[in-house]
């Protein structure tokens, strides 16, 4: 009988450690998330009582808003196509690179490529918009006018031409660290013999990093892989809405400034709870999706 007692008296230490995280994650994670399924089924303008519409909402998303499909859906599938597979490269490129140099200046230059994930959006997108102005002063304009490479200041980010690359730039420099951790974590830990062994054998640095590194870190790899394709419609709000303006704003509404305008400013809260459902639901498929073809490949997935 004390074995029980002390058995649920265990039992409910347990629950009282999980509950500050219970009681947060179903304050802002499961009831939010219930409520904008219920209000994307509805009509709802803040002042009347949502009334059901079904549908609705969802079929006028694809073929009432021209907005959404000429410029919502190929900004968002352009930007991710792109900065996605370049930041995972990247990502794999730079932990390779910095687990060659010494330990000590491993770690500070760790924390220097690390910085940008941990300092603020609104902060870094006002630095790139002094790197990134449309005349002289602007350093990169100043440089390039120094250098005679243009001859007369480049509009980067009024431009429907460079706000692309511009954002994909902004976007992998702040977005790199966690994935560039997670990679050279996997690199370090690989048995430093199996190297040894190899060089012996006379292979080379590109050798080494194909035939070892790669293959040591699949796991890592597959993880990364798969959680980026299930986040491949995020683009990242902050940096990409403070750089908006009228001139740039065809190239610069991707899905979550398409979200915030619609709902926010706008009003229109059913709508852009559906746009968010739909995006939400698109990300959730591809995770199940790639974590499938993971696993058929003899990989374990997420979960």
């Known amino acids: 009988m004390s074995k029980k007692n002390e058995q649920k008296r265990e039992a409910w230490s347990a629950y009282l450690f999980l509950a500050p995280y219970l009681i947060l994650f179903l304050v802002f994670i499961v009831i939010p998330v219930g409520l904008a399924i219920m209000l994307s089924f509805t009509d709802f303008d803040s002042v009347n009582f949502p009334t059901w519409v079904g549908l609705k909402n969802y079929i006028s998303l694809f073929t009432s808003d021209a907005v959404f499909m000429q410029y919502v859906v190929p900004n968002t599938l352009k930007f991710s196509l792109i900065a996605g597979p370049l930041g995972y490269i ?60 243009i001859r007369e200041p480049v509009q980067w980010l009024q431009s429907t031409e460079w706000l692309m690359p511009v954002m994909i730039v902004v976007t992998l420099w702040s977005s790199m660290g966690v994935g560039f951790l997670s990679m050279l974590a996997g690199i370090l830990n690989i048995n430093q013999e199996l190297y040894e062994a190899a060089r012996v054998d006379g292979a080379g ?83 199940i999706i790639s974590d499938r073809v993971a696993k058929a490949c003899g990989e374990s997935g997420i979960y």
Do not use: C
Request: proline residues 2%; glycine residues 8%.
């Open 205 to 287: 640095r590109w050798r080494l990093m194909w035939h070892i590194t790669l293959p040591a870190i699949r796991g890592t790899i597959v993880m990364m892989f798969i959680l980026r394709v299930g986040g491949i419609l995020n683009t990242g709000y902050e940096q990409i809405f403070l750089m908006r303006n009228d001139l740039n704003v065809a190239r610069a509404e991707v899905f979550d400034t398409y979200i915030y305008m619609r709902g926010i400013r706008q009003g229109q809260y059913s709508f852009s709870a559906a746009a968010g459902m739909f995006k939400s639901v698109v990300g959730m498929i591809l995770v």
């Open 90 to 149: 990247l990502s794999f490129l730079m932990a390779w690179m910095l687990a060659q140099v010494p330990k000590r200046s491993r770690t500070v230059l760790a924390l220097v490529l690390y910085s940008p994930s941990m300092t603020s959006g609104v902060a870094m997108t006002v630095i790139w918009k002094v790197l990134f102005n449309g005349d002289q002063t602007g350093y990169l304009n100043s440089l390039l006018l120094s250098w005679g490479l």
